[in-house]
């Protein structure tokens, strides 16, 4: 069980779009340094709206926890994204000539509107474990992919190769240490509200169907790298 539990049942329910997410050409590319460069940035541009989006559900997940732990640990992932990782992504934007002007002013494309205001809807219209299943995929998703790309290039931080700091981010020992994190976090949720017997209630094949959901959006925001 890589990330929990309930990660990894919900992975496995998932199997094909959660595999044709995260073995995408996009993902290939990185890999390999075959990627475009103007389709790695496009996806930057795009990136940097989707964290804005992804903040704010960070924030509601404050709002939408049960438990004080929840709401500290909501909190600081808020605090993490705002001031530690959208500043790494415009650092990175600013050393391909984007600056943060530019990026906030970047027309935001339909593939993006359709993921991030589907994770916002279902924090908004649901509970906090919709909200979680939502946002599962993106950050559990790039922690396997990091894995797994630096696995196979053996790239652990910046290097040579195209991409090499982008597997570097999503594979170093901090981030993985976020998805550990994040994947107890949802399995202390699940545990909370369903109980010990999660995959029995009423509720699991809801809760798969977000997560699934999310998954096939992520494929789309891919995608959306290739668009011209």
């Not at 399995?187 to 169907?209: F, Y």
Request: proline share 3%; with cysteine; aromatic share 12%.
């Amino acid at each position: 069980m890589m990330y929990g539990a309930t990660f990894t049942a919900w992975r496995a329910e998932a199997a094909a779009p959660w595999h044709a997410f995260t073995h995408h050409p996009f993902v290939e590319g990185l890999g390999d340094g075959s990627l475009p460069r103007d389709a790695y940035l496009r996806y930057l541009v795009q990136d940097y709206l989707f964290l804005i989006h992804f903040s704010r559900a960070w924030a509601l997940a404050v709002t939408k926890a049960g438990t004080v732990d929840e709401m500290r640990f909501a909190a600081r992932t808020l605090h993490a994204l705002l001031n530690e990782e959208i500043a790494l992504h415009v650092a990175t934007c600013a050393a391909e000539g984007l600056d943060e002007a530019a990026l906030f002013e970047a027309e935001e494309l339909p593939q993006n509107i359709a993921y991030t205001r589907y994770v916002l809807d279902a924090g908004h219209s649901g509970d906090f474990l919709d909200l979680m299943a939502a946002l599962a995929p993106c950050v559990l998703g790039y922690g396997e992919i990091g894995r797994r790309l630096a696995a196979r290039t053996g790239e652990t931080g910046a290097g040579e190769a195209p991409y090499a700091e982008w597997i570097g981010t999503y594979a170093g020992a901090d981030y993985q240490r976020v998805c550990h994190e994040v994947g107890a976090l949802i399995d202390s949720a699940v545990a909370h509200r369903l109980g010990s017997a999660a995959q029995d209630s009423p509720r699991w094949q809801h809760l798969s169907h977000r997560f699934e959901t999310a998954t096939r959006l992520e494929i789309g925001f891919w995608d959306m790298a290739f668009s011209q």
